[in-house]
């Protein structure tokens, strides 16, 4: 058998944008002198999981991850200076609080209030000085996409605070990073 007539009856049928898949296959069959097709088409049985009726609800892939970044938090308190005319030691209380906008990959937004608080010290001249202390701050809220409930998220994070104030209120604003974790709904 001659095989440049064969190639090229070959190129020709898999040019021809009209035949079937199937068409081609049974022309290149006969070229090669292979029996004919059945004339009933084949049926192949599919595994009972590739079929899906109507009322069974299709899940897409959770979007659950890590989740971090900055936020700034702020808050006030009560400090005294324990010295005569405003010096000495300054020490109090301050509780910090941030309403930290969160929004996933898959779309879902909401907002997390993260509190904490921090007990702050330092030294105090005229009534005003640099304190110092560590807030640990932590949150959970929920998130929504569409109008529809979407999962949860939790932040934690620490502050490192350093900043110069006046008793008897002291302000607090400071950057803080935050990571936590949402959780898509299932």
């Known amino acids: 058998m001659n095989k440049l007539p064969l190639v090229l009856s070959l190129a ?3 040019s021809t944008a009209s035949a079937t898949p199937l068409e081609n296959a049974a022309a290149i069959a006969a070229q090669l ?21 109507a009322a069974t609800p ?14 700034n938090v702020s808050g006030n308190g009560y400090l005294s200076c324990s010295g005569p005319n405003g010096s000495g030691m300054m020490t109090g209380w301050i ?8 929004t996933t990959a898959d779309g879902a937004q909401g907002y997390v209030p993260v509190t904490g608080s921090v007990f702050v010290s330092g030294s105090c001249q005229n ?13 959970s809220g929920t998130l929504y996409k569409d109008g529809k409930y979407a ?19 002291a302000w607090l604003n ?11 709904a299932q």
Not at 95 to 102: E, Q
Not at 127 to 139: D, I, K, P, W
Request: aromatic share 8%; net charge positive.
């Open 127 to 139: 009534g005003a000085g640099f304190v110092n202390g560590t807030a640990f701050l932590n949150g």
């Open 58 to 71: 299709l899940k897409a892939a959770a979007a659950s991850g890590p989740i971090s970044g900055y936020a």
């Open 12 to 14: 020709a049928l898999v």
């Open 95 to 102: 509780n910090l609080r941030a309403d930290v906008n969160v």
């Open 174 to 184: 400071q950057s803080v990073y935050l990571n936590g974790n949402y959780t898509a």
């Open 151 to 169: 999962g949860s998220a939790t932040l934690n994070g620490t502050a490192f605070i350093n900043q110069y104030v006046m008793s008897p209120m």
């Open 33 to 53: 002198g292979a029996p004919a097709a059945p004339s009933a088409p084949l049926k192949l049985a599919a595994p009972r999981a590739a079929f899906v009726t």
